[in-house]
């Protein structure tokens, strides 16, 4: 079964933190190579999310909470996880 997946204001304002803090610190191209990188890996979500492990977290939720590692593809090859709740994902499209 495949879900619809619609980002939370919260995690776009996350990951647009994060793109600017590393734009700021490192490199703008990274930056942007990133972020790119989190929304491809996002929208991959709805397709299997059950698939996906447990969060670390999840037990401190009453719902359950998993977490989507992905390698980034900047050269240090550095991971990162995305925690979504799969019984929580609401209808109506990516909504970036």
């Known amino acids: 079964m495949t879900l619809t997946l619609v980002i939370t204001e919260r995690a776009h304002q996350d ?4 793109a600017v803090w590393w734009a700021r610190n490192h490199s703008l191209t990274q930056a942007i190579d990133w972020q790119e990188a989190v929304y491809r890996q996002i929208e991959t979500i709805p397709e299997m999310p059950e ?33 979504f709740n799969p019984l929580q994902v609401p209808t109506g499209g990516m909504g970036r």
Do not use: M
Request: proline residues 11%; glycine residues 0%; negative net charge.
């Open 51 to 83: 698939s996906y492990p447990p969060a670390p977290e999840n037990s401190t939720f009453d719902e359950e909470l998993r977490q989507k590692n992905v390698v980034e593809i900047d050269p240090a090859d550095r991971e990162f996880a995305i925690a």
């Open 15 to 18: 990951i647009e933190r994060n």
